[in-house]
């Protein structure tokens, strides 16, 4: 009886998820996109991740989040929004400042916050490694949106 019980049950959970679409994830064949993930940064052993976010749109401006995460637990270590203009680059480095990464820029794109020249957060990491916990990991940059120039209207309105 319990077998036809468990048999039922698979049927009826296959039958529920056979209707479930299944979202793929796919690479433009110009290589730019909407999302990047950057599978890899460190500052262990000396080293230093240099980053280059392009804006390869000639006529709009782009809004575009930022996230480092940790590489034990995926743990969202340090996040910002970068404001490019069009055919924008915006560039910094990750180094290490005592135990903690640090990120590092000269660059003069908005950014919110407005100074994101900071150390890493590590907050969210465990006791045992919460300094440890930022120097390697990965980066996400996301695409938020478009920014389009705005013409003012020379009609007043009423």
């Not at 401006?61 to 270590?77: C, I, T, Y």
Request: include cysteine; charged fraction near 20%; proline fraction near 3%.
């Amino acid at each position: 009886m319990k077998k036809k019980l468990l048999a039922v049950g698979v049927a009826a959970t296959l039958g529920a998820l056979s209707g479930v679409s299944n979202a793929a994830l796919t690479v433009a064949q110009d290589g730019v996109g909407h999302i990047n993930v950057l599978p890899y940064y460190t500052v262990q052993n000396g080293n230093m991740t240099l980053i280059s976010i392009a804006n390869t749109d000639q006529v709009k401006g782009k809004a575009v989040k930022v996230r480092f995460r940790g590489a034990q637990f995926s743990d969202d270590v340090f996040d910002f929004q970068v404001f490019l203009s069009p055919a924008d680059v915006w560039t910094a480095a990750v180094t290490l400042e005592g135990n903690v990464a640090r990120l590092s820029t000269t660059d003069k794109s908005c950014t919110l916050p407005a100074n994101v020249n900071q150390a890493f957060v590590t907050a969210r990491l465990l006791d045992a490694n919460k300094t440890e916990g930022t120097r390697e990991g990965y980066v996400e940059i996301i695409n938020m949106g478009d920014i389009v120039e705005v013409v003012a209207s020379k009609t007043p309105h009423p």
